[in-house]
């Protein structure tokens, strides 16, 4: 199959969350199974560093209608294999910026534009660039107006795209893309697209909710979110919509995999000392040299919460905020934590790294090598989300061999089996349900009791974890499966 895949972060090239995982996992496990993959982005020169090298010009100019006028674009293309390319959309004015997606935490205020801009880009380059592809996939509201364009107008009847089906991916349904309905002029889709089936959403326009409304398919990233969604609790008002595509067997909920190649034990070129589960020795030396980057107490034996997150509301960083100041109060447990977002959360912890000292160690940012390096090091790994679409840092702890602490929620409740010494065969970490830092609270309690006073169970978890098949492969099957579905039904 010959496939599109367009976003607007891939790792390694820039990443703020999983989607930059997923969007470069995926394509590749894809293309490895013998498709073409084609991934489309915007090219981040100020974000990407040495791998602007690595993606020379392709095609210089590239005409993106845009409003009243047509811009000019250029493509980059960085060819990963044979069958795996990465395209950039160069366009200064929108993407050369120090962020993705804001700055410090305040939204930039042209990212209807910015994104209207990619998702048409992105068009007109499958078009340039002849790609004529069976599938379109696109992910979350960056990209979700490719939907309505393949199914509009523009270009319905472009040869480029006559046999075109198209997939979209939701990551996250708390963001949605909604904008004063005065942006639909950038877009080149007129007035007939602000209907409650398509673009408008409460005299606005919702990007994400035209996606959902005409895409082939829509899938998100775990079975329990799928469900999730429908409901006003987790749907963020987009329940009705989801509704009518779950009633039509258009909404699939598929687990997301992940990259063992960068996340494993045996493998990280971060941490310092490498193991596996037949030989676990190296994670003590990692717990050791967390504790002093992070000017912990060395005390081998305390228990280790590592958290690494965004700090966003969806996170639950506020709860675990409120918890872990009782347990820095009342309990000897030790925390490594590493995040940013939310101002008052990071200065929260930033607090509690002065007023703890040895107990806590806080890193505010983002630092790749100091998530493999508090991965690794932690003995449980702390994920209390108010939502968790899929969630990849809990799979990752566990091939590491340090146990989640989760809440009941999305793909957390779909990866993590609540310990219980019955069926400790199962068994891979601690869950809970309600959100209260007093929950949080007991169940990172009752963990750090298993670890002290039941050491063989917790041995047992840690293997439990290490052994679990997290790949890509299952999951690039399941696709395959429904864009081949997809293309039967065109
Ligand atoms: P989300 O995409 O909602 O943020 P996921 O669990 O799917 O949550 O993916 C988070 C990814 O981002 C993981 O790869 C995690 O290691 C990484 N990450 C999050 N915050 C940071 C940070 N401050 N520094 C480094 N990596 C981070
Ligand atoms: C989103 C979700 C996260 C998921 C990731 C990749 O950022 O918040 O749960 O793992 O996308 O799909």
């Given at each position: ?304 919460v590592?958290c ?12 675990l ?59 449980l790994f702390a994920m209390p ?20 602490v ?38 990172i ?46």
């Amino acid at each position: 199959m010959n496939i599109c895949w367009i976003c607007s972060e891939a790792a390694p090239y820039a990443k703020s969350g999983g989607l930059a995982d997923v969007s470069a996992a995926l394509p590749a496990a894809l293309a490895e199974k013998g498709h073409k993959v084609s991934v489309f982005l915007p090219y981040y020169p100020q974000i990407m560093g040495d791998f602007c090298a690595s993606a020379p010009v392709c095609f210089k100019l590239l005409e993106v209608p845009f409003g009243w006028i047509s811009e000019w674009a250029s493509i980059r293309r960085h060819r990963v294999s044979d069958n795996l390319s990465y395209y950039f959309i160069e366009f200064q004015r929108y993407f050369d910026r120090p962020f993705l997606y804001d700055y410090y935490g305040v939204e930039f205020g042209d990212n209807a534009e910015r994104f209207t801009f990619l998702s048409r880009a992105a068009m007109q380059a499958i078009v340039a660039l002849k790609l004529e592809p069976d599938i379109l996939h696109t992910n979350d509201w960056h990209t979700s107006l490719c939907n309505v364009y393949l199914k509009s107008h523009l270009y319905a009847k472009s040869p480029n795209f006559a046999g075109t089906r198209s997939v979209l991916t939701i990551h996250n349904i708390g963001y949605q893309g909604i904008f004063p309905k005065g942006n639909l002029f950038n877009t080149g889709l007129g007035w007939e697209f602000f209907n409650y089936t398509c673009l408008e959403y409460f005299d606005q326009i919702n990007f994400l909710k035209a996606g959902i409304m005409t895409a082939d398919s829509v899938t998100t990233v775990s079975p329990s979110y799928a469900r999730e969604i429908l409901t006003p609790g987790y749907g963020f008002s987009m329940e009705n919509a989801l509704q009518h595509v779950h009633f039509e067997g258009r909404l699939t909920g598929i687990l997301n995999g992940i990259c063992t190649s960068e996340w494993s034990p045996s493998t990280d070129k971060f941490i310092p000392h490498n193991y596996s589960a037949a030989d676990i020795s190296g994670k003590s030396m990692c717990k050791a040299a967390l504790q002093k980057e992070l000017g912990l107490s060395n005390k081998p034996r305390i228990p280790l919460v590592g958290c690494v997150s965004r700090f966003a509301y969806q996170k639950g960083i506020d709860v675990l905020a409120e918890a872990v100041e009782k347990l820095l109060i009342h309990d000897n447990i030790q925390f490594a934590v590493l995040g940013a977002g939310e101002s008052y959360l990071e200065a929260i912890f930033s607090d509690f790294c002065r007023r703890f000292p040895g107990k806590i160690g806080v890193f505010v940012g983002y630092n790749n090598l100091l998530a493999h390096l508090i991965t690794a090091g932690s003995d449980l790994f702390a994920m209390p989300s108010r939502y968790e679409p899929c969630g990849l840092s809990q799979m990752y702890s566990m091939q590491y061999g340090t146990v989640p602490v989760v809440r009941l929620t999305g793909g957390l409740e779909d990866t993590v089996f609540n310990y219980n010494p019955e069926i400790l065969g199962k068994s891979t970490g601690f869950t809970f349900r309600d959100l209260y830092p007093q929950s949080l609270a007991n169940t990172i309690r009752w963990a750090a009791g298993i670890y002290k006073f039941k050491p063989a169970h917790f041995k047992k978890m840690m293997l439990n974890g290490m052994g679990q098949d997290f790949s890509w492969r299952h999951t690039a099957d399941i696709y395959e499966q429904l864009y081949k579905k997809n293309i039967e039904r065109r």
